[in-house]
Structures are given as C-alpha cells and as structure tokens.
C-alpha cells in the first residue's frame, strides 16, 4: 500500500510511549511532520529522525493540526530549522506571537511549564503558511487537504492524506490494542455541536484510516468514528444530569474522574495504558472544558 511510507514517531512524553506522536512522511526534497510535538520532545523528535536516516533540517513542512501546546510547542524551534508551517487562519496569531497562549497555559500548569511542554518559539512569519479549509496542499508528489473540524478547538484542522485521516484531538484520544477511546475537552473552545458537526463532515471524506495525534495510526476509521460520537453522545447527557445539582468544579471534576476511572475498569485498563490516556488527556482539564461549555452555552 502507497501508504506504508506513513511513520509514526513516538515522542515518548513524559518518558510515557503511546501518549504523543508525530506523523512523518517522506518526498523527494526531504520530509513531512504532521504535528512537530512539545518542544520538551524535540530530542525524542531529532533521535527519531535520525532513525530515519533524517535530521530536522530535512523537514521542510510540518502541518499543525491545532496550536495546543502537546501539538504545536516545536514549531517555532523547525521554522527556524527552514521548514514551512501550517496552522489553521484562527491559530496563525498566536504561532507569530504566542504571549498569550503561554500566559493562560501557566495559569493552568504553573511551575510544571517548562517540565511538560519545554520551549515554544515564535514561528518565523515568512515560514508560516495559512491555508484555508478544504484547500489542497501540494508538497512535492504529496497532496494533502486541510478540513476544518472544529468541537475540540475552533483553530482545528484534520489533514487527508491518501486514505487516512490526520485527526489531531477532533478523531479523540485512541491507545494501541484496546477497542476504546476518550474525547478531550479542554476549556475554552469545546463544543458538543460543532464536534459531531466536524464528525459527519469526516464521515463524508474518502479515507478508510485514521491516524489521531494521541495515538497511532488504525485501520476502522468507520468504527472509530462511531465510537467518538457516541462517547460525546454520552458525555453530553452525562453532563446534563450531573449539572442539575449546579455543583462547583471541584464536585465536578470528582464526578467525572470516578465516571472515567469506571469506563477504565469495564475496559480492564492497565495502570500503564490509564497513564498513557491521562497524560494524553488529562481527566481535571477535561472537568473544566465541561464546566466552560455548560455556563458558555447551556446554563444561559
């Protein structure tokens, strides 16, 4: 299959396999990234390529699929390294100037900053590339179509490539070897309707794998998709019931752990596979996404 050339780099988070990765596809002018990861994974990064006979100045583009900081951290770092970076038009500001970005992700992980997520760089403003939803994105002998899948964040784009499906967070959080997987919902831009709207747009897409950042590359897209619509389905309806109390976050962010850590037990997860999961998508930033959807657009 044409697609084998797909690699998928662990970047090996938190000395955790399994939680991020980046996608890279070789042309004949040096390489593709899909995701360039945090930039406290750019050693994992720089040993994988060189597994790959590769060092990053032979990355020429890396296409973000959003600016969250698991994704998106190093891209700065390998637009000074000469490769083009492309983020979706709501993202591109905070790529040239990240200030913002940064302060409200110290607010959230205070003095584990630099632990998690290590350095993030400005992207130089002549290497940043904004292309617009549905556009096709020609590298070489490669082509790649930007779809806008807003619902985990209103910056999010998946990429088509072939007959896979680069879904970034919109495709949700999938672990090797376990039929099961989470959506994350980070504040401030989750929104239930929109997800399942970016759902059946991907449903329309020609692609029979999906390859989300967090993580792997399967081949039941269909079933994949299913799964993530109704896993919100459910979350959605969870939440409702759960809210007529009007709890406090911290209330809240029990309730939703222990609803979390029963679908873990029904699924037998290891101690491993849940900390693969949690450092992916950590359960508390979740609480708060569902807290900020229900006061932003339910309780009004």
């Known amino acids: 299959m044409a697609n084998t050339r797909i690699h998928t780099l662990d970047l090996n988070f938190q000395n955790k396999t399994h939680a991020i990765a980046s996608y890279l596809i070789r042309h004949s002018d040096g390489a593709v990234l899909i995701e360039s990861g945090p930039g406290s994974t750019l050693s994992a990064l720089e040993a994988a390529l060189a597994r790959q006979h590769l060092t990053p100045r032979d990355v020429t583009h890396v296409l973000l699929t959003h600016i969250h900081l698991d994704h ?7 637009s000074k390294q000469g490769a083009e970076i492309y983020v979706h038009p709501n993202g591109a500001a905070h790529m040239l100037n990240p200030e913002k970005l940064l302060a409200s992700a110290t607010r959230i992980y205070g003095d584990r900053m630099n632990q998690l997520w290590g350095e993030f760089l400005p992207v130089e403003q002549n290497q940043l590339k904004v292309p617009q939803d549905a556009e096709e994105i020609v590298i070489g002998s490669l082509r790649f179509t930007a779809i806008n899948t807003p619902g985990h964040a209103e910056h999010h784009y998946s990429y088509l490539f072939e007959d896979v499906c680069f879904s970034g967070d919109v495709g949700g959080v999938r672990i090797p070897g376990f039929p099961y997987l989470r959506a994350p919902m980070p504040p401030p831009e ?7 709207e970016s759902i059946a747009r991907l449903r329309k897409e020609k692609f029979s794998r999906i390859a989300p950042t967090h993580f792997g590359i399967y081949d039941d897209a269909e079933w994949h998709l299913n799964e993530l619509e109704k ?4 979350t959605e309806k969870w939440l409702q019931e759960v809210m007529a109390a009007e709890p406090p976050i911290e209330t809240l962010r029990e309730k939703f752990e222990a609803w979390m850590n029963e679908q873990s037990r029904e699924q037998n997860l290891s101690d491993d596979v849940v900390q693969a999961y949690t450092l992916a998508n950590p359960i508390g930033m979740s609480a708060d996404g569902l ?4 006061k932003k657009f339910r309780s009004a």
């Open 291 to 294: 807290m900020r959807y229900w």
């Open 72 to 78: 998106a951290g190093a891209a700065g770092w390998f």
């Open 190 to 196: 989750l929104h239930f309707e929109r997800w399942l």
């Open 231 to 234: 896993n919100l389905v459910a």
